[in-house]
């Protein structure tokens, strides 16, 4: 670390604290135990700024902003849970829910989703707006791997898992708005795909059920997160 | 497969093919140069191809999964070839407010063809476009390339009738 | 270069034009251009062949005349004669009265207030040149703004006089142009650019056609003179891959200018350095959006991403960009011409200078017009407008496009500037301005604009991309008179959240169409809902269908 970067100091829920001026707002707070809620965001990978859970209110600017993307600044003051932040949390999360097929009864990952713990975080009871339901499919063609679009929040964790740190790039969206979706090379069966390393990072990146390995029963799917901030660290060493 | 396909490119470089490549030479083989490739291929071919896209994504250095979320965000860019003829429906607030659900639902009745869609004998494509710019005429309808401002439902079925006389 | 040589060129073109004692100009803009002025002009080439006086007469084409409804448009000797609806037939007599008395059957009088009631700025050369000629742009003291402000001014001078002419940001947002000028210049960087974005999304607006069309030089004038303002020596026009014309003629002039020097190494032999390239949209309106289409530039898909850090800083390839929109490039040559004070002096207090706005919908005079701002919207629509078409009653004029909102009649005698149309819950936005009349239905309408949110929502925020999609069914159930009042506040909830929430500029003003019709025609909204019937009788609703059954 160059010893050029300037300390500066913030406040944060009333509390003041210090921090070095190119960190994130998310960072900072998290540093001082403040827990700011987060969905697409994953230690050791760009963040993309998309789920809109980690929004914060910072003093003099009219526009929300993401934690995790805004870089702290002299004498700022940011309000992280405010009564309006913990409603407008809730509705995004409603959102989440509403948008594709939720279940959680038969799902691999229950018990283990980010979702659903997030879901009990922000004391979301039941979702308000009515599902929409749309027909995903299910690919089921990579012998390890399975991916179910029905599960599928389009944080992108996998899509930048495999640009970022495995370097594949067999993950990337197609399409945009509500019909966006993951797909693997041209939009093919992921069995089919030519550049895929089976290196399996995106499924332990994924915070749904979205991607799980082969064969896993309801219950049975937990993810191993911890390997990312070791990877990074290691492509830092080498560069 | 890859192999093959680079012989095949390398054997029938047509003239299409030599079009695309000048878009890319142009810019050095960037991949940035991404999407003002497409718009050559689609230019010269009507539409984007697989084997094209995957040509593209190989000469510019672009992941195929990369190549195909460009061409499948841009609305401008058709994975499908379209019918011999076309009907673009402007779809603008001007066209809108003047009658343009008439009109899609003239062509639903008249040719059996939704907006978006080609009919099955590949004869005639209806599309709409997101405002083409002409409110003035409002509602206006490209067809074959040309516009024709101020229409009604009649007018329409009666052009894409003399259209699919030709 | 010096002085005397410059003022050579323009002088030789404006010699060479003053040959000609009439100048026949028909207008071959895009609307014209459907209405097949082409073939006018050339039926006029004809005429003045065969009456030999093509010595005297000079016909040519020029850019938009505005009133595109009544086209094609022919002007005689720039504004001593302006005729409307000609057609091939018509050339005859035209030409036979060259030297006479106007052809009054065709004639549009000068003092019409389409055409008294506008200044114009931006559009100044718009129909008084020919889009295609370098020639024609010369003669009208083309790029003399450019060797004035590269011979004559520093960097921080050009800025300076942009503070003072008040120019705001044309695109919608209305930022102050000097202030955003010094930022990119104040920015550290080897390397600059600048973006002109003529990236034209919003449905119902065509300004930034037409003025491409009609005088692409000026576009380039604007954006070399911004290039040297900030340090930047490469250009881009992001432009609409559905404007070909505009394409063209822009292609076509780029190549003009540079092949003279106007653009390309040393320009006016000093040590500035621009030049311009294009780039092809491809149908995407949160492209409009500077972030997301800058990402477009770098040939990924057009996604915002969260601002700061703003392009000013960090833009195109990690590079300090100025992006400025088509309208606001074109006022820059002119502001230079005439005057900071000059530009200053019209408008009101917070929003100087003129508008141009594409008059749409059920309106008498559709086209394209230039204002000052501070106008009213009743002299727009009526006096410029010429009422309702079919002399129906107003009902409410949409400004901002789906950014913006629905503007009702108590407030047609409002100022138009940027604090007055957001005070009333809509945007200035880039200028589209759509009247409707009272067969039009609200709901119809704020459906219309949430299915174009909808569609043209990236997908990478949860907010816009869920959050349009559910106000999306809402409305339809509403419009089917199948909502409950329990839909219509969780409508209004969803408005909140997706306004608060939302990445970009896209999903934080989608709700605006919906918010502003729900504040002036809730009445309707309620019938749609409680009593079942479209008051406009536009929305066909499902309940009704079974009773008649």
Wanted: aromatic residues 6%; contains cysteine.
């Amino acid at each position: 670390m160059s010893s050029s970067v300037n300390i500066i100091t913030l406040t944060i829920d009333e509390k003041q604290v210090g921090a070095r001026e190119n960190q994130t707002i998310l960072e900072v707070a998290r540093e001082n135990g403040v827990e700011i809620p987060t969905m697409c965001e994953l230690k050791g990978l760009t963040p993309s700024g998309g789920c809109r859970m980690c929004v914060v209110e910072v003093a003099g600017i009219p526009k929300l902003l993401p934690a995790c993307m805004t870089t702290v600044s002299e004498g700022m003051v940011v309000t992280t849970n405010s009564e309006r932040l913990k409603k407008l949390r809730k509705n995004i999360l409603e959102l989440f829910f509403s948008e594709r097929n939720h279940i959680c009864a038969v799902c691999a990952s229950n018990g283990f989703c980010e979702l659903q713990l997030m879901a009990q975080k922000v004391e979301m009871s039941h979702v308000h707006y009515p599902y929409l339901y749309p027909h995903c499919e299910v690919d089921a063609s990579h012998n390890r791997f399975v991916l179910d679009h029905n599960r599928c929040i389009l944080c992108t964790r996998c899509v930048r898992v495999c640009d970022e740190i495995e370097g594949s790039h067999t993950l990337d969206i197609k399409g945009r708005g509500i019909e966006a979706q993951v797909i693997t090379d041209m939009d093919q069966p992921w069995g089919d795909s030519e550049t895929c390393t089976l290196c399996g990072k995106c499924v332990h990146v994924c915070p749904t059920g979205a991607l799980i390995e082969r064969g896993m029963a309801v219950g049975e799917m937990s993810k191993r997160k911890q390997l990312l901030p070791y990877l990074t660290q290691m492509r830092e060493v080498k560069t | 497969m890859e192999q093959g396909n680079k012989k095949k490119n390398a054997a029938a470089k047509d003239k299409r093919q030599k079009l695309v490549d000048a878009t890319m030479r142009r810019h050095g083989h960037s991949p940035y140069a991404l999407i003002e490739t497409l718009h050559t291929v689609q230019e010269v071919y009507g539409y984007l191809d697989d084997e094209n896209l995957k040509y593209v994504a190989e000469s510019l250095r672009v992941p195929l999964s990369k190549v195909y979320g460009v061409a499948t965000f841009y609305h401008f860019f058709t994975l499908k070839p379209q019918g011999e003829h076309t009907a673009v429906v402007c779809t603008g607030t001007a066209c809108y407010i003047k009658g343009v659900p008439g009109i899609l639902s003239a062509l639903r009745e008249k040719f059996f063809v939704e907006a978006g869609e080609t009919t099955e004998d590949n004869k005639l494509s209806v599309l709409t476009a997101r405002c083409i710019g002409s409110c003035g005429l409002a509602p206006a309808v490209v067809f074959d390339g040309e516009i024709a401002g101020a229409v009604t439902p009649d007018i329409v079925v009666e052009r894409v009738g003399r259209l699919l006389e030709q | 270069m010096t002085p005397e040589e410059f003022n050579k060129i323009g002088e030789k073109h404006r010699n060479k034009r003053d040959e000609f004692t009439h100048n026949i100009r028909v207008c071959t803009a895009a609307a014209c251009a459907t209405l097949k002025s082409e073939e006018v002009k050339k039926a006029f080439e004809k005429e003045v062949k065969e009456q030999d006086k093509k010595k005297t007469c000079r016909v040519s084409g020029t850019g938009c005349l505005g009133l595109c409804a009544s086209g094609p448009l022919v002007t005689v000797n720039d504004g001593q004669a302006l005729y409307a609806k000609v057609s091939v037939g018509d050339v005859k007599d035209i030409v036979n009265n060259i030297d006479k008395k106007p052809v009054k059957r065709l004639e549009i009088p000068a003092d019409t207030p389409f055409f008294a009631r506008q200044t114009k700025i931006a559009l100044e050369n718009c129909g008084t040149t020919d889009p295609e000629s370098l020639e024609d742009y010369l003669a009208l003291r083309g790029y003399e703004s450019l060797y004035k402000v590269l011979t004559e001014k520093t960097q921080v001078e050009v800025i300076e006089e942009m503070v003072k002419s008040g120019l705001r940001g044309r695109g919608g947002g209305g930022f102050p142009v000097g202030l955003k000028w010094s930022t990119v210049y104040k920015a550290l960087g080897d390397k600059k650019y600048v973006i002109c974005n003529a990236d034209e999304g919003d449905p119902g607006a065509f300004m930034d056609r037409s003025m491409l069309e009609s005088d692409p030089h000026s576009i380039l004038e604007g954006m070399a003179i911004a290039g040297y303002a900030v340090g930047a020596d490469q250009g881009y026009v992001y432009i609409r891959g559905e404007y070909p014309l505009a394409i063209k003629r822009l292609r076509a002039a780029i190549r003009q200018a540079e092949r003279n020097h106007f653009l390309g190494k040393n320009i006016f032999d000093t040590p500035f350095s621009f030049n311009v390239e294009l780039r092809l949209g491809a149908g995407a309106f949160v492209c409009g959006e500077e972030t997301a289409l800058i990402a477009s530039i770098e040939g990924k898909r057009g996604t915002p991403r969260p601002r700061p850090p703003y392009p000013a800083q960090y833009g195109l390839w990690g590079c300090p960009t100025l992006i400025n929109n088509v309208e606001t490039l074109s006022n820059i040559a002119p502001i230079f011409r005439k005057g900071a004070e000059y530009y200053a002096s019209i408008g009101t207090e917070k929003s100087k200078g003129t508008k141009v706005f594409a008059l749409a919908g059920s309106i008498k005079n559709t086209g394209l017009i230039e204002v000052p701002m501070g106008i009213t919207l009743r002299e727009i629509v009526f006096d410029i407008g010429g009422g309702i078409l079919g002399d129906k009653k107003f009902k409410a004029v949409q400004t901002g496009g789906p950014s913006g909102g629905c503007i009702p009649e108590q407030f047609l005698d409002m100022p138009v500037d940027y604090e007055s149309l957001a005070g009333v819950g809509s945007i200035m936005g880039s200028g589209g301005m759509i009247v409707m009349d009272e067969t039009s239905c609200m709901i119809d309408v704020a459906k219309y604009f949430m299915d174009f949110c909808k569609s043209e929502s990236c997908g990478k925020c949860v907010p816009c991309r869920v959050g349009t999609a559910q106000m999306h069914r809402l409305l339809v159930l509403i419009s089917e008179g199948k909502a409950s009042m329990r839909d219509f506040e969780l409508l209004e909830e969803l408005c909140d959240v997706v306004k608060s929430t939302s990445l970009c500029g896209l999903g934080m003003t989608a709700p605006n169409p919906v918010l502003s019709t729900i504040r002036y025609f809730k009445d309707e909204y309620i019938a749609h809902i409680v009593d079942k019937v479209c008051p406009a009788g536009v929305c066909v609703m499902e309940s009704k269908e079974e009773v008649v059954l």
